[in-house]
């Protein structure tokens, strides 16, 4: 059984771009949720979808966007980039997101400059 | 809001040692759920056990075990004859329904031979 795939695994953009990370679930999972993890903040949540909505977001800027679409891949795309935007991005699958437990990506390293 | 504390930035073991990994959380929850995860060099976060709040039995898979105490917020994981591959930072983790998890800063464990 495949795992979560994330693509790419490195990514380098200048400011004020923007960018699109990909991220297919396990083959049955609905749900899928981002995360962003930097030395800094630690690892936080970005939002999660379910059946194509999003059901739930964390506190980030509007810069910061996703979707997911009826083959349950999902995308988030960062616009007009920050270099604070540097960091690992992770995708994380579960069947319908009841806690029962996230099966994570390798993420997306995205570097800012 | 919740909150998940990890107080040992780093440890140290030797091989075939046991060693226990603190984590202290704070949510207004009743139900809920708690992880610990593990994320080596090559990034992927492993779930490497999964604790329901309802349950006063502590999870155990394999050489890793839990000391749960709901009463007082704490979920400590117990890694028992710690092997070379145990190497990496590990991650408490809560989940209340809402389809997101709050994460502790991370505990780096080093296996020694």
């Known amino acids: 059984k495949a795992g979560v795939t994330q693509t790419p695994r490195y990514l380098i953009k200048t400011r004020g771009q923007q960018v699109t990370l990909s991220c297919s679930p396990i083959?049955?999972?609905?749900?899928v949720s981002w995360y962003q993890q930097t030395p800094g903040q630690g690892l936080q949540f970005l939002f999660e979808?379910?059946?194509?909505?999003?059901?739930n977001k964390g506190n980030f800027p509007g810069r910061f966007s996703g979707r997911q679409f009826s083959n349950s891949r999902s995308e988030m795309n960062v616009s007009t980039l920050e270099l604070g935007d540097s960091a690992l991005y992770l995708c994380?699958?579960?069947?319908?997101?009841?806690?029962?437990?996230?099966?994570f990506g390798s993420g997306t390293r995205l570097t800012v400059v | 809001a919740q909150t998940v504390t990890q107080s040992q930035p780093e440890m140290s073991v030797q091989e075939a040692e046991t060693v226990t990994l603190s984590c202290t959380y704070d949510?207004?929850?009743?139900?809920?759920?708690l992880f610990w995860y593990k994320q080596p060099p090559s990034r992927q976060m492993i779930l490497v056990i999964r604790?329901?709040?309802?349950?006063?039995q502590n999870a155990t898979e394999n050489r890793f075990s839990v000391n749960f105490q709901k009463a007082a917020k704490s979920f400590s994981l117990k890694i028992s004859d710690s092997q070379l591959g145990d190497t990496a930072m590990y991650f408490c983790?809560?989940?209340?329904?809402?389809?997101?998890?709050?994460f502790g800063a991370g505990t780096i464990l080093r296996v020694k031979s």
């Open positions: 604790q329901e709040a309802y349950k006063q």
């Open positions: 949510t207004s929850e009743n139900n809920y759920y």
């Open positions: 979808y379910f059946s194509e909505t999003q059901r």
């Open positions: 083959s049955g999972h609905r749900s």
């Open positions: 983790a809560l989940g209340e329904y809402g389809n997101k998890l709050v």
């Open positions: 994380a699958s579960s069947p319908d997101g009841s806690n029962y437990g996230y099966t």
